[in-house]
């Protein structure tokens, strides 16, 4: 019986591994026949529309990056708030910029300065046109919609209530950002073709902007400025003497891991920014704009890492991070055409851009909570103009039209929706609230109940 039942064993094991074996074959054999009755297009929507969805849930990750970030620059007493803001403008991004941004970025600008006002209408895939599918294009775009609005809410953190930063979201979100976003990569007046090559016989070339140094950062950051000096500064933050009051930040365990994120979903803002992975050539670029992307990142950190060293004989962690934010922005507008060496000279201007603009805003009493505007505006504009060192198609003059034009609609857009809010329903708490922190006034939920009054009863 034991003879009979091995022999019985033995057959079964060999069995199982005959059809383990085969498996992978046939398996391999059925995706071999599926691609080869795919059409080349059919395969090039497949890959685009891969490319699309996946770079822009990397993007989508950065929102969870800057809350982190934000959480642990703040105050303890203020980091539910934080929180609370970021999830907020993410929601109301992406649905202003489906009832109203993307068209207004996207539809019928046609060399002009603004699309049409009507809601998004992603059609199914039997009616959907072109490489890629029309949703995955459309959540790519809102991704990038929500980050403009991030960089703002780090700026005036601490001293700002919720409703009047969401409402300047909404804003920013829904008509703001999808105007300057349409003069680019809507077809707009700085783009160039056939039908509206203005800036092309001005210039002798087109406006360069890849991934957003100046559509995405330098529009979040002079809306953040704009913010920061009408909102003013946080209470103590600068003293009658001119001395400057230094207010530490809740948890830099979280701001480092904010900063990773960032760096992380950065990969998917640029290399997303492609806008195709259907051929060996697109594979290729996306691949060397992640190398480049990285480099230019490590090159703000070991910027900011020596002049911090130089200057002030110490290294600060906060200006560290923020020298690597700094790094990715510069590299953002071209991470493509720059060689691995040149990614990392630009990222490192960028690094020291961060350690000479913190305390010149500190000098004209402008409190940027996060260094947003050093990381997001000046390394925006700095990156911008740098386009022409290693793209041949691009000219400063075109550069310097293209961030000028931006800084004018930005600033005075900003200007006159900051002025309403304040001299309507108003944008700051009061002193009696500002200490309390908002967690407890306008959230009222504290991130750290245990280390309130009283939290020691028990």
Known sequence: ???????????????????????????????????????????????????????????????AGFAMLEAGLVRTKNVAMQCTKNVALYAIAGIMFWAVGYNLMYDGVDGGFIGSFLPKVIPDPAKDPGDYSAASDWFFQMV???????????????????????????????????????????????????????????AGAEFQDFAGSTLVHSVGGWAALVGAIFVGARTGKYMSNGMVHPIPGSSMPLATLGTFILWLGWFGFNGGSQLALGSMADASSISRIFANTNLAAAGGVVAALVLNQLIYNKVDVTMVLNGALAGLVAITAEPLTPSPLWSIIIGAVGGGI?????????????????????????????????????????????????????????????????????LTIGLRPTLEEEAMGLDKTEVGVEAYPEFGIGSQKF
């Open 354 to 422: 961060v350690i000479f603009v913190v305390p010149l805003l500190d000098r004209l009493k402008i409190d940027d909570v996060v260094g947003a505007i050093p990381v997001h505006l000046c390394a925006g504009i700095w990156g911008t103009m740098a386009v022409p060192i290693t793209n041949g198609d691009a000219s400063f003059l075109a550069q310097a039209i293209g961030v000028g034009a931006y800084a004018a609609f930005t600033l005075t857009a900003s200007i006159i929706l900051w002025a309403v809010l304040k």
């Open 1 to 63: 019986m034991r003879k009979i039942l091995s022999k019985f064993a033995g057959g079964a094991a060999a069995m199982l591994a005959a059809a383990l074996i085969a498996e992978p074959a046939l398996a391999q054999e059925a995706g071999k026949k599926a691609a080869e009755t795919m059409s080349a297009a059919e395969i090039k929507y497949i890959f685009n529309t891969f490319s699309f969805l996946v770079c822009g849930f990397l993007v989508m990750w950065m929102a």
């Open 144 to 202: 990038f919609c929500a980050t403009t609005a991030s960089i703002v809410s780090g700026t005036v953190a601490e001293r700002i209530k919720i409703w009047p930063f969401l409402i300047f979201t909404i804003a920013l979100t829904a008509f703001i950002y999808p105007i300057a976003g349409s003069w680019k990569w809507g077809a707009g007046w700085l783009a160039s073709g056939a039908e509206h090559s203005w800036i092309k016989d001005v």
